[in-house]
Every structure is written in structure tokens, then in C-alpha cells.
């Protein structure tokens, strides 16, 4: 059965520091994809990434980085010099290739960035 | 142009009516689904639509039920609404199953 963990229920942190929210995955596909999205104090939820199983390659987007481990099945997320606009709930999600493909969600990690 | 969008934004009802949250997405994706957020935050999976068929129907009661009157739309209607119920409703779409879905605003149901 697949699941989701994200530990770290709420991160705050003085802004300009960087920040990382775990999250760890257990599936018995050998095919999977893992997201990232964010939702703002607004509300909708904002895709951030997608990353398929066979991709260990980090991967950086501006301030937003990556890290992909299938050794440790963990897929963290990394902030780098926080600023208030990240203040959100960040949610990690899993997708299998068999079975219905929907996403399974973490429970959620509230960052909140103090200025 | 909202890719995709939800009406209404925010319902509220008493226990034991019939209501209808109406999904459109104008991104020509052929998967729709609707998904639950309930207090505490937690997402779950209700619902998914490919091509006008069901693909998945998780263990959410049968009070609950999708429809989509074509591949742009997937509405939800809820019968005999419970207290229970009153949760933030999502709906999604993606191009295919396992690539990332886009998500509308949400529906805030209340039910009182």
C-alpha cells in the first residue's frame, strides 16, 4: 500500500533562512511519481513538481530546490532564502503507474516565515 | 482564463438536502477528479474521470456521485448531505493519469 509521511507538522523560521520539509514515500510499484504543491493562506493548491521514479536528478528552480533519494524513499524540498509569499502548507503526493494513478497525499507541513 | 474552475465557491446548507459543485477546465485535459480536504487539512482522493468513465471510486459513500456531461466537466452531487460533509471540495484535471493535475479554487461546503 502507498503512503505518504511528511513529519514535520508546522516549520517557522525567520526570513531569509533556508528551509527543508521532509517527506518520505512507501510504495511497491517500481513505477512512481512524486509532487510537491503548495497551498497559500488563499487556499488553491499550486503545483510545484513532478518527479517520476526513475529521475534521481535534483532539480532547482529559483529559490526551490529538490532532493531525490530512492535509497532512503525520501523526496525533500528545500527553500532557500525564505520570504514571507512561501508562508503556505506544503504537501508531498505520490502517484503509482498501476492501479487508478490518483494522488496520495502527505499530511501537510505548515511553513510559516517570520519577517 | 482559469484553467480550472469550481462553482460555487462557497456553499452552505442544512443536513439532508441535495446540492451540485460543478467542475469545468478548459486545459482539453482528459482526467478530472475530485478530491476532499477535510479540517485537519487531509486531502483524499473521491473520484476520477477518464474519457467519460470512472476509473477509480474510493470508499466515499454513495450519497456521492460524478457527473460528467462531457470530457470539460465533472460535477459533483452530494444527496442527503451530513454534518460530516462540510469539508473544502476539490476539483483537478490532468493530461493523463500520473501527470501532474491542476487544481480549481475549491468549494467550501458548510453544512449546518
Known amino acids: 500500500a502507498q503512503k505518504v509521511t511528511q513529519a514535520q507538522t508546522e516549520i517557522s523560521v525567520v526570513e531569509k533562512e533556508d528551509v527543508t520539509l521532509d517527506c518520505v514515500y512507501e510504495t511497491r510499484d517500481t513505477t512512481y511519481y512524486l509532487f510537491w504543491y503548495k497551498q497559500p493562506p488563499s487556499g488553491e493548491l499550486v503545483f510545484l513538481i513532478r518527479?517520476?521514479?526513475?529521475?534521481?536528478q535534483n532539480e532547482i528552480s529559483g529559490r526551490y530546490s529538490w532532493n531525490f533519494q530512492k535509497s532512503t524513499s525520501s523526496f525533500n524540498f528545500t527553500i532557500t532564502a525564505s520570504q514571507v509569499v512561501d508562508s503556505a502548507v506544503y504537501f508531498c503526493a505520490l502517484s503509482e503507474r498501476t492501479g487508478a494513478n490518483n494522488l496520495f497525499f502527505g499530511t501537510g507541513t505548515r511553513l510559516t516565515v517570520i519577517p | 482564463d482559469t484553467a480550472v474552475s469550481q462553482t460555487p465557491k462557497y456553499l452552505v446548507t442544512q443536513m439532508g438536502n441535495d446540492k451540485s459543485i460543478k467542475c469545468e477546465q478548459n486545459l482539453g485535459h482528459d482526467t478530472m477528479y475530485w478530491y476532499k480536504q477535510d479540517s485537519k487539512k487531509f486531502l483524499k482522493i473521491m473520484f476520477s474521470y477518464n474519457n467519460k468513465e470512472l476509473i477509480i471510486n474510493e470508499t466515499v459513500p454513495n450519497r456521492f456521485s460524478p457527473k460528467s456531461p462531457d470530457k470539460a466537466h465533472l460535477n459533483l452531487h452530494i444527496n442527503s448531505l451530513e454534518l460530516g460533509d462540510s469539508a473544502v471540495y476539490f476539483c483537478a484535471s490532468s493530461p493523463i493519469p500520473s501527470y501532474e493535475q491542476y487544481f480549481g479554487p475549491g468549494t467550501r461546503l458548510t453544512v449546518t
Open positions: 518527479r517520476n521514479s526513475f529521475d534521481e
